[in-house]
């Protein structure tokens, strides 16, 4: 009987263990130092941690990736969904996933700000910008043709052109003081309208708009005495 009870003390599940782990970031305000050291905490053995994950990196990593994944599940759940445009379906994956964010806002600052947000090589995201790049591919979203051969290159460039402007979204999330972070669901409509605008138009209002917005939200009050 004491056999199979150590037995069921031992089972922790996948889920358990990102809980754990999330807490205890929130708690210590960084990793904790070893999976010895959580296991220790929450009863359980390295090998249950081990059977799920490759260390602490890989399990950043996955989480994150649950973030937007989840995100694109409550989208599909919708059955409104379907009959969004291409524009309000990447709109609603933006809201949904940093929602996602900002309700788990204090662990994902710790971890980002524990890699640094650097825009052409971010290794905490790579798995998430898997999810990210082939949800922008389902959209199929159109873009100025210039010629057949050009067309794979228009492809990439779309790609890395709304990856960049994830990005630039996520740092603005992160020093987003306003009240359920509401600034960065301004600054998300901004962005996602003249990205996609400028894909077909060039619309340089949307343009001088997003610059406007981010005048007086990053830089007039930095220069404020």
């Not at 600052?109 to 995201?125: C, H, Q, W």
Request: glycine share 4%.
């Amino acid at each position: 009987m004491a056999f199979e009870l150590a037995k069921q003390k031992q089972h922790k599940s996948k889920e358990d263990l990102i809980d754990y782990y999330m807490e205890t970031v929130v708690n210590l305000e960084e990793e904790p130092f070893t999976v010895e050291e959580l296991g220790a905490t929450y009863d359980f053995a390295p090998h249950v941690f081990y059977s799920h994950f490759e260390g602490f990196d890989h399990l950043n990593k996955v989480i994150f990736k649950i973030f937007i994944d989840n995100a694109i599940e409550v989208l599909e759940q919708n059955m409104d969904y379907e009959g969004f445009t291409k524009k309000d379906k990447l709109l609603s994956l933006y809201f949904t996933l940093f929602e996602n964010l900002t309700l788990n806002r204090e662990f994902a600052l710790l971890v980002i700000k524990s890699y640094g947000l650097n825009l052409n090589a971010l290794p905490l995201m790579s798995e998430l910008k898997v999810s990210f790049l082939n949800f922008v591919d389902s959209l199929q979203i159109e873009t100025i043709r210039i010629s057949e051969s050009i067309e794979s290159i228009q492809k990439k460039s779309l790609q890395e052109g709304l990856w960049i402007q994830f990005l630039l979204t996520l740092k603005f999330w992160m020093s987003d003081d306003s009240l359920e972070c509401e600034k960065t669901d301004i600054f998300i409509e901004k962005s996602v309208n003249t990205g996609l605008e400028l894909l077909n138009t060039q619309s340089l209002l949307n343009v001088i708009d997003l610059g406007k917005f981010l005048y007086n939200e990053k830089i007039k009050p930095n220069n404020q005495v």
